[in-house]
T-cell receptor
Framework: DTAVSQTPKYLVTQMGNDKSIKCEQNLGHDTMYWYKQDSKKFLKIMFSYNNKELIINETVPNRFSPKSPDKAHLNLHINSLELGDSAVYFC???????????FGQGTRLTVV | RKEVEQDPGPFNVPEGATVAFNCTYSNSASQSFFWYRQDCRKEPKLLMSVYSSGNEDGRFTAQLNRASQYISLLIRDSKLSDSATYLCAVIGLLSGGSNYKLTFGKGTLLTVNP
C-alpha cells in the first residue's frame, strides 16, 4: 500500500563502511529524488532523476552514488561512510519534475 | 540570496490564534509552489499547493505574489494538532532551461499551546 517506501528505516554503522538505502515507489511517477535532512532539520536535495536519467547532482561527494534500475526504484549507495554523513535521508517521487513530491518515511543513518 | 528563505521562527501561539508564515524565493523562473508539514521524526507531507489566485482549504489559506516572489500560509483558529514544522517548497527552472529543481525552505516550527 505504501506509495514511497525506503529501507532500512534505521541504519547504524561504523566509519569507513559502505551501505545502501533502497527506495521504491508504486505511484507510476517519472521523477524520483534523494534529500538529506541534517541535525538542523534543513532538507537539502542531493539527486533528482527523471525517467531514470540523472537531472540534478547537487554537489554531493562522489562517495554517494545513486542508481535507478527502473523508473520505480532509486537506490543510494554510500562508500566510506563518515561521521558527517549522519542524517535522515528521504526518498521522494513526483509525477513529473514540476509537480508536488511525495516522501518516503526516511532512513535515519548514524555513523559511529 | 538563498534560493528559498523562510521565517526562522519558532512560533508559539495559543489555541484559536491566527498564524502566518512567509517564504521568499530567488528564482524568478519558478513554476510551482507548495507548503509541506513535517511532524517530529516523520517525513514531510504535502499540506497544499499554492496557486496564483490564492487558495483555501478549510482553516488554511495560501497565497502567491509572483511580483514580489513570496508565498504565504495563513492558519486560522489554530488547533493543538497544528503543531509541526511548516516548510515552503518551490520548483524552479534550472539554468539550461529544460530541468527543474524542488527546493525547500528551512522550515518554521509552530507550537500551539492549550
Amino acid at each position: 500500500d505504501t506509495a514511497v517506501s525506503q529501507t532500512p528505516k534505521y541504519l547504524v554503522t561504523q566509519m569507513g563502511n559502505d551501505k545502501s538505502i533502497k527506495c521504491e515507489q508504486n505511484l507510476g511517477h517519472d521523477t524520483m529524488y534523494w534529500y538529506k535532512q541534517d541535525s538542523k532539520k534543513f532538507l537539502k536535495i542531493m539527486f533528482s532523476y527523471n525517467n531514470k536519467e540523472l537531472i540534478i547532482n547537487e554537489t554531493v561527494p562522489n562517495r554517494f552514488s545513486p542508481k535507478s534500475p527502473d523508473k520505480a526504484h532509486l537506490n543510494l549507495h554510500i562508500n566510506s561512510l563518515e561521521l558527517g554523513d549522519s542524517a535522515v535521508y528521504f526518498c521522494a517521487s513526483s509525477q513529473d519534475h514540476v509537480r508536488e513530491a511525495f516522501f518516503g518515511q526516511g532512513t535515519r543513518l548514524t555513523v559511529v | 540570496r538563498k534560493e528559498v528563505e523562510q521565517d526562522p521562527g519558532p512560533f508559539n501561539v495559543p489555541e484559536g490564534a491566527t498564524v502566518a508564515f512567509n517564504c521568499t524565493y530567488s528564482n524568478s523562473a519558478s513554476q510551482s509552489f507548495f507548503w509541506y508539514r513535517q511532524d517530529c521524526r516523520k517525513e514531510p507531507k504535502l499540506l497544499m499547493s499554492v496557486y496564483s489566485s490564492g487558495n483555501e482549504d478549510g482553516r488554511f489559506t495560501a497565497q502567491l505574489n509572483r511580483a514580489s516572489q513570496y508565498i504565504s500560509l495563513l492558519i486560522r483558529d489554530s488547533k493543538l494538532s497544528d503543531s509541526a514544522t511548516y516548510l515552503c517548497a518551490v520548483i524552479g527552472l534550472l539554468s539550461g532551461g529544460s530541468n527543474y529543481k524542488l527546493t525547500f525552505g528551512k522550515g518554521t516550527l509552530l507550537t500551539v499551546n492549550p
